[in-house]
């Protein structure tokens, strides 16, 4: 009889040992799901934004708003350190008191590039400055962003008017 008893002290000591693993599994689990849960309710949104933009016979510049659509989604990486020249747009991202939140800048829609094949078939660059043109450009959508305010890069400041402000809430 103390045979039979020798080997239900390991057999118990197993079972014991069995389930405080499937419980501590369960608590690892457990704190997995919660950080999924909370990187959803994050919530990163991109805005697609589409303007039509105009030189005036003064030299200046109109934009008209086209359309918008904002997704659920975000960037792999951005790359922050473009400088923008004078002609470029700088983007503002405003909240609901008009305080810049982001800054971006887009290259003038104005000015294209292309690449065409002389009669010595070799690539020759031609720049070509255009009067009107529709443009379009994304931007990582900040949570408060109210507003989405586009300006000419050679006259921003602080005090100046932006040539066009959107609303991005309607």
């Known amino acids: 009889?103390?045979?039979?008893?020798?080997?239900?002290?390991?057999?118990?000591?197993?079972?014991?040992?069995?389930?405080?693993?499937?419980?501590?599994?369960?608590?690892?689990?457990?704190?997995?799901?919660?950080?999924?849960?909370?990187?959803?309710?994050?919530?990163?949104?991109?805005?697609?934004?589409?303007?039509?933009?105009?030189?005036?016979?003064?030299?200046?510049?109109?934009l008209q708003f086209q359309s918008k659509k904002i997704v659920a989604g975000k960037f792999k990486q951005t790359n922050s350190n473009v400088e923008g020249i004078?002609?470029?747009?700088?983007?503002?991202q405003l909240d609901e008191n008009s305080q810049v939140l982001q800054s971006n800048i887009i290259k003038n829609p104005l000015e294209k590039t292309i690449e065409y094949l002389d009669s010595s078939n070799s690539f020759q660059?031609?720049?070509?400055?255009?009067?009107?043109?529709?443009?379009?450009?994304?931007?990582?959508?900040?949570?408060?962003?109210?507003?989405?305010?586009?300006?000419?890069i050679s006259n921003f400041d602080d005090s100046s008017k932006p040539l066009i402000k959107t609303n991005i809430n309607n």
């Open 1 to 62: 009889m103390t045979y039979g008893v020798f080997h239900k002290k390991p057999y118990n000591s197993l079972i014991v040992l069995a389930i405080l693993m499937h419980i501590m599994s369960c608590n690892v689990y457990k704190n997995n799901t919660s950080q999924s849960i909370s990187s959803i309710e994050e919530n990163p949104k991109i805005i697609f934004l589409n303007y039509k933009i105009n030189k005036n016979k003064d030299g200046s510049k109109t």
């Open 86 to 92: 004078q002609g470029d747009l700088i983007c503002n």
């Open 125 to 152: 660059l031609k720049q070509i400055d255009l009067d009107s043109a529709y443009f379009s450009f994304r931007l990582k959508l900040k949570p408060n962003t109210k507003y989405i305010a586009i300006n000419n």
